[in-house]
């Protein structure tokens, strides 16, 4: 997560994928960019899986946010800048406490699972995103927007009999579905929080005050659940906010030249990274449920996008 994020966590100025009127065509060069941040993300992911693993998803989210916090903070105070309203940074808060939540959630059901079972999960955000905004929003439901639920759904049901079928089957694995499920579902409000966030601030702002809010609210837990990093740990933790960073940096510069339509198909090649990544660093089988499941999501996903785009896409992007 696709955490993404990375959400882990800033987000992709969504306003900005209008600015392409005057392209002609499919976009190679902004395709080729996404695609290699989706890639830059998916690395992401393989060093959280390690991190979480080895000193828990309480410790890993504490002190990466720290880390992003003074790389952003850096950046913002390098630019132009003011001071944002109370009401912004209401907005900057609140949507840090429902990413920090998205990031805690799948990060430790990610340590829990084969990367391409959760990445594949954690596509089925979208879905959910589009019903959130006709509650929140008043946005109609399109006929796309329900046929895409239906195959979707069926995704995540035959990922789930993949795993209950198992001749390994564990109690832990399926709390780590679980956990994935429950962040898809607070990640959807946040892509709806982001469509508001992104018309009142710029993504370096966004950048630096939801790290440094999560980076507060999980700071308050600290004298009981906090350790200090081991040493061998702060490379691959220095590489995980570069990976994080860079991606979405990369993520944005696309979204800026290019129409969501021609970059969204790009981004579930996260699930082909999952597969490779998760078999060559932890040696993990990818089970025809998996990609069967996965495929029947992402093909929901697709549909949606045609009933929102700016609501089509996946989790990868902000965590």
């Known amino acids: 997560m696709p955490f993404a994020l990375g959400y882990p966590a800033a987000t992709r100025h969504m306003s900005s ?5 005057s392209l002609t065509g499919a976009p190679t060069i902004p395709v080729l960019i996404c695609a290699l941040a989706i890639f830059l993300l998916s690395a992401m992911d393989v060093a959280m899986k390690v991190l979480v693993i080895a000193v828990g998803v309480y410790n890993t989210v504490l002190w990466r946010s720290m880390l992003a916090t003074l790389v952003a903070c850096a ?3 390098a630019g132009p800048r003011s001071l944002p309203t109370v009401p912004v940074l209401g907005l900057h808060a609140l949507r840090a406490v429902i990413v920090g939540i998205v990031i805690l959630c799948f990060f430790w059901g990610l340590a829990r699972l084969p990367l ?3 990445i594949g999960l954690s596509f089925i955000a979208p879905l959910f995103a589009l019903f959130l905004a006709a509650l ?3 946005e109609r439901i399109r006929r796309q927007a329900i046929w895409a639920s239906m195959a979707g759904i069926a995704g995540v049901v035959i990922i789930m009999a993949g795993q209950f079928g198992r001749a390994s089957y564990s109690q832990d694995a399926v709390l780590g ?8 579902v607070f990640y959807a409000y946040n892509l709806v929080l982001a469509r508001q966030q992104a018309l009142l601030a710029k993504p370096i702002e966004i ?13 308050l837990a600290a004298p009981w659940l906090a350790v200090a990093l081991p040493a061998n740990l702060w490379l691959p933790l220095a590489g995980v906010t570069a990976l994080s960073l860079i991606g979405q940096f990369l993520m944005s510069w696309s979204y800026a030249r290019a129409e969501a339509q021609y970059l ?3 981004e579930y090649s996260a699930f082909i990274w999952a597969v490779a990544l998760g078999w060559l660093i932890f040696d993990e089988a990818v089970t025809w449920t998996t990609l069967a499941g996965a495929c029947l999501i992402i093909a929901g996903c697709l549909i949606a996008m045609r009933a929102n785009p700016k609501l089509a896409e996946p989790i990868e992007a902000t965590i």
Do not use: D, H, Y
């Open 264 to 266: 969204i198909p790009t």
């Open 116 to 118: 391409a079972e959760a």
């Open 136 to 138: 929140l929003l008043g």
């Open 177 to 184: 579905t679980a956990a994935v499920l429950v962040s898809t």
């Open 17 to 21: 994928a209008v600015k392409t009127s």
């Open 207 to 219: 950048m630096f005050f939801q790290n440094l809010a999560i980076a507060i609210i999980l700071g």
């Open 75 to 77: 950046g913002w105070s």
